[in-house]
């Protein structure tokens, strides 16, 4: 079955610091891959996406992923976060016929 | 363009009574999912429609239904409100296929007492 996990809940970083967020899915093939970001009461605002080709992509606000299919894997990166990234981050999944998202990780920006 | 639209934004229940909520999607967007986020099951996808008609549908009960009319407007009702109904549900639109990226409304916050 389709999947997705996200194995942190939560994670705190101090602005300015780099950040990795890690993604992985199960399925049988590759699937459309996202990251969304959704800031507390609102809907989900989506980062980036890969479909096919480069498996460095490139998204807004910063914000980088890998797609790197032998450890079935799509990690989410910055290199320097800003205190205006605190939020929650969904690694998303879906194969045309269904959309599964991971449980999300809550990001905490130190000052 | 006008970003996808969800009315209410918030609405108070009891159980056993019904709701209906509603998702207006960008101007030429095409396909219209719907999503329950709960604290405890997270995000899951309810159904997509697609030209009016229910393309994919996820793993929830058949009191969860909804349309969508010929302006890609839809409705997604819920029958015999449960105290587990209580959610922020999502709507989001995209010009195709449901794989395509989707842009998501602000969401309708249901609580039901």
């Known amino acids: 079955a389709q999947s997705v996990t996200q194995p942190d809940i939560h994670i705190t970083v101090s602005e300015g610091a780099s950040l990795e967020l890690r993604c992985n899915y199960s399925y049988g093939a590759t699937p459309y891959l996202f990251w969304y970001v959704q800031s507390p009461g609102q809907g989900l605002q989506l980062l980036l996406k890969y479909f096919s080709g480069d498996t460095l992509v490139q998204g807004i606000k910063g914000f980088e992923a890998e797609f790197k299919r032998s450890q079935s894997s799509f990690n989410l990166r910055k290199p320097s976060v800003h205190w205006s990234d605190a939020a929650e981050y969904f690694c998303a999944v879906s194969n045309n016929n269904d959309m599964r998202f991971g449980a999300g990780t809550r990001l905490t920006v130190k000052p | 363009k006008a970003g996808v639209t969800q009315t209410p934004r918030y609405l108070i229940k009891t159980r056993g009574q019904q709701v209906t909520l509603s998702c207006s999607p960008i101007?030429?967007?095409?396909?219209v999912s719907w999503y329950q986020q709960t604290p405890g099951q997270g995000l899951q996808f309810l159904f997509e429609y697609f030209s009016e008609t229910q393309r994919n549908k996820g793993n929830f009960p058949g009191r969860f239904s909804g349309r969508q009319f010929s302006n890609s407007r839809s409705e997604m009702n819920v029958s015999t409100l449960e105290l587990g109904d209580s959610a922020l549900y999502l709507c989001?639109?995209?010009?195709?296929?449901?794989?395509?990226?989707?842009?998501f409304g602000p969401g309708t916050r249901l609580l039901v007492l």
């Open positions: 989001a639109s995209s010009l195709g296929a449901l794989g395509e990226t989707q842009y």
């Open positions: 101007s030429g967007h095409r396909s």
